[in-house]
């Protein structure tokens, strides 16, 4: 084979399988357009409004009632820890934290009200603080901004304060450095991605809040704490640390109080909430349910609170404080004014019309944005914006008749609040079902991308596995394979284009890349399928037939059919909710039903003896492999049935407890438990080390002086040690007081990046000479001879390079020895049975020690049941190879190929992951890197390689050694 035709094909199925993911995502994970309109005082949105016998014109919409606010953003603030309740008699470490605010409600109930406060998923910090600036809803795909922060450009709170001439001072996350750039009048920014870091947030806003509230020069003063969240994120809300972040908040309050003036609005506010595992990022109800509490000197509201708090929508937050502030509405709020905050004056009569020009603005503006969206995205059901519009109408009617009414004569106040509340009614009605109206049209799907999307991504499966019969006998003609697929794909692509430049349209480039790609898929299987020769040497090439070169018979197509159709079961399952959910344990259990059903194909076709079959006694080599497989099989069903004790829950799964075993030591509070645990882990650690080192040692791969050869002998045993010594600093990084603080941040940092230094130094070793066989002469004197790698075979003779290689090495040393007269010439070989297979556990098992590092210390006891299953699984595969008869050596069937799949998804799930956003290991970013990151690339690949870590240990198990690995096992 050639190289460059062979990589050009692996890149273009990269670029079929990236075009097929990209054409579902674009339907699955739609984007809202953003407006670049922005309102303005000049806007004709107000009417003049009356209060008691004159009339008061608001200079922008409506006259600003509070001069001054400040918003403190406890980043993860859920309702529950604000809630106060003394009726429970074991109250959880983050209950009746913050009694500050209870204390306030109970002796102030006109000036002090706590909400619950409803967020909209996503619930990343990123889309929260879009929500509560701009009063309109992100999109799904608005998640991914939350690592790549972009300035809002769609009009916001901030920038209508700074328009209009008002100040505003930040201090705390510096996500909203990102997100409004050159906006604040003072900034404090304090470093905020590390999740580990519990403090330094806080406190740098503690050391400027006080002063600055004092200074008064501001009118608007934000404050965004973190350590609640990151205190989430490392040790979950159960734990003591969760009660000192808490019990700070509450201190903090109480002194912030008392430094207020009394025209000073005070609204604390929770941006979203977290899991029982102290995570965010979903739709679930502990993710959305945070909390809002509204504090003035003045009064704000009625004098009978109600008996639950309200539920308030987030975006509700945008509308009330704009209008409280003198400020225009941001022009794409979808919002609700909180009513109750405009009627403190005492006058009833003044007090509803003041609610209800609130509300009229409100509408106005809702009605306005509605209008310029639909025409520019024309996204929004017609249909529905009738019905919206004829509800804004009416109610527009009825707020009309109330004014007209209220400037002929006086109305008695029963009247008058009768009207007025079918009036606010009316508006509330229509401002709701706008709201519902976006929030359903921006969380719909496009399902006929997604259809194609998965055709696509389907297609391509199906041609790589055509591909792979075809290259099997090495005689794959790639030009001719990619140059007419090629064409067809520029071709169509070329089409899509004219069409598009006919019809005046605007041309998607997603849509003609997928088009592309599409048209060369039919080229390549058109190609395909119109040569019927090569259409039967693919058949007589699969690894499946009964015997090299012979046609495929039936017995053999049913032996592909088992694990495909098993495969095609998960496939569809997919499309399954109950599936979607429950997959952590249906993937081991179509792994264990695989294995049995190949068990019982041996025993149906007579190929698993039993030691009273006639024809085979009890001592025969066939008997013995039998039972093998017997044990192997017991093994892996045991394996399977250890790895669901490390499980993760999901929300939507009632009663559920996750697994202790996931959190880091950490969060252990027993000094005891914690010490068991890590002799457990370094236990676990130093095995999976002591059984490649003596895998290596016993098949001869331990006795070369080649640098890799050396780097197993001493560069194993250290990485162990750093990494367990990694795992005891972080563990009790917390308890560290004093100078031995500065001593143990270097340790965080020291020990990974040296980990990850010398791992790299080893794949780097092994990428430069893989070999590990070392061919001595005995009576050569000039020292051993060590096989170098000539790289990728170019012909079927060449296919196992290294092997021959040596056999002919050794053929020469022993010739040149006997024609000099030397009759006893030896020639000694250590590893050669496993020439493919020791590179590859050298580079596994690095790769093990390295994504190790990024999870928590318990999860090391996972890895080893990862390592063991998937030698139990090689196991399995040779021993079944073996009494089938099957003769291709270096041919992979597909029941191995789907077994390694159900693992890498088994596994997924063991290491403690779920396919949720909340459920993502973060704190894996920050692994050696305790200060944070400069940019987004590190943390990604960090992240990404914490998430995937089975899939990248079984896919790169997959290597083209594989089967070599179990012919040697």
Known sequence: MQRWPVLLFLAWVCFLFFCGIGLFTS?????????????????????????????????????????????????????????????????????????????????????????????????????????????????????????????????????????????????????????????????????????????????????????????????????????????????????????????????????????????????????????????????????????????????????????????????????????????????????????????????????????????????????????????????????????????????????????????????VAPELEARRGRAVARFQRYLREARAVCMESWARFHPLRMVAGCALIAATCLLCCVASGLAAALDFPYRSRLLYPLLWGLAGAALLGLGHLLAGARLDLLLALSSAAAASQLGFFWHFWSRQPLQAHLASAQPLAASAGSRPSCRAWQRLLLPMGILLLRCCAMFSDSFVVAEARVAPFLLASLALLLLGRLHWHGQLAAPDTPKQPPGSASCQESWRLLGLLGALLACLRLSSLFHQCREEIPHCQPSPLLGPLASLQSTQAKNLFYLLCVASLAGLVCAVRRWLRHYGNLNSPSPLVLFVRWAFPLLAVWVACYWAVASGAEDVLGKLQELVQVALVGFPRAVYGLAALGLLLALWNPVTVFVKDSRESGGPIVASYPGAPSSQAGLPPVIPQLYRRMQESLKRRLETGHRRATVMAYGLGSAYSAPLVIVLSLLGLLLLLLHSERLSLAFLLLFLEAFVLLRIHAHVVSLAGDAEPFAVPWYAVISWVFAATQFFYATGHQPTFPAIHWNAAFVGFQQGHSTHLLPALLVGANTFASHILFAGSRLPSAPALALCL
């Open 27 to 411: 339907g699955f994970l739609l984007i809202r357009i953003e407006l670049a309109n922005r309102s303005s005082c000049s806007d004709p949105l107000a009417a003049p409004t009356r209060a008691g016998r004159g009339v008061v014109t608001g200079a922008c919409w409506l006259p600003q009632r509070i001069p001054k606010a400040v918003l403190l953003i406890i980043d993860a603030l859920t309702f529950e820890f604000a809630r106060f309740d003394l009726a429970k008699e074991r109250p959880r470490p983050y209950e009746n934290k913050l009694g500050f605010l209870h204390h306030l409600s109970r002796s102030q109930p006109r000036h002090a009200r706590l909400y619950r406060f409803r967020a909209d998923p996503p619930t990343t910090t990123m889309q929260r603080i879009k929500g509560i600036t701009t009063g309109s809803l992100p999109t799904f795909i608005d998640v991914g901004s939350n690592f790549a922060t972009y300035a809002i450009e769609e009009d916001n709170l901030l920038s209508q304060l700074v328009q209009n001439g008002r100040r505003v001072v930040f201090m705390g996350d510096d996500t909203w450095d990102g997100l409004f750039p050159q906006t604040f009048f003072r900034s404090y920014f304090f470093p905020s991605f590390n999740v580990k870091d519990l403090h330094t947030v806080d406190d740098g806003i503690l050391q400027h809040l006080y002063t600055t509230v004092d200074g008064g020069e501001w009118d608007l003063l934000i404050a965004h704490f973190l350590g609640v969240d990151h205190c989430g994120h490392k040790h979950g809300p159960d734990h003591p640390e969760m009660a000192k972040k808490l019990t700070q908040m509450n201190e903090m309050l109480r002194l912030l109080v008392a430094h207020l003036g009394n025209d000073t609005l005070l609204l604390v506010a929770g941006d979203h909430g977290m899991t029982e595992t102290g995570d965010h990022g979903g739709d679930s109800e502990k993710e959305v349910d945070a909390a809002l509490f509204v504090y003035s000197k003045q009064a704000l509201f009625g004098a009978h609170p109600p008996t639950e708090p309200d539920t308030v929508p987030q975006v509700n937050l945008v509308p009330t404080l704009a209008l409280l502030l003198g400020v225009p509405i941001p022009y794409s709020n979808i919002g609700e004014v909180m009513a109750e905050l405009f009627s403190g004056d005492g006058n009833p009569a003044s007090a509803a019309l003041q609610q209800l020009s609130a509300y009229h603005v409100n509408a106005r503006q809702v009605d306005r944005f509605l209008h310029s969206y639909s025409l520019a995205a024309q996204d929004l059901p017609a249909e529905r914006l009738r019905q919206l519009q004829e509800l804004f109408s009416a109610a527009e009617e009825e707020h009309d008749q109330l004014l007209a009414r209220v400037r002929e004569v006086e109305l």
